[in-house]
């Protein structure tokens, strides 16, 4: 599994480092959480949208 992700990034490399600028501009800190969000908002932002742009690498997660 490692080796086929990083010849997907190897593959991809500009659009891989924009998707991963676009997930550290999240605010992920830890924050006050609810039962939905044990560790805040931003973190549940952070998880979603490297689950989203998972897809564009043929990767398959789920939260």
């Given at each position: ?13 500009k659009i891989f480092y924009y ?6 501009r999240i605010n992920s800190v ?8 044990p560790f805040g908002k931003g ?21």
């Amino acid at each position: 599994m490692t080796e086929r992700i990083v010849t997907l990034i190897n593959k991809n490399k500009k659009i891989f480092y924009y998707d991963l600028q676009r997930v550290m501009r999240i605010n992920s800190v830890k924050s006050e959480g609810n039962q939905e969000n044990p560790f805040g908002k931003g973190p549940k932002n952070a998880l979603k949208m490297v689950v989203k742009l998972a897809g564009n690498y043929d990767l398959k997660l789920k939260l």
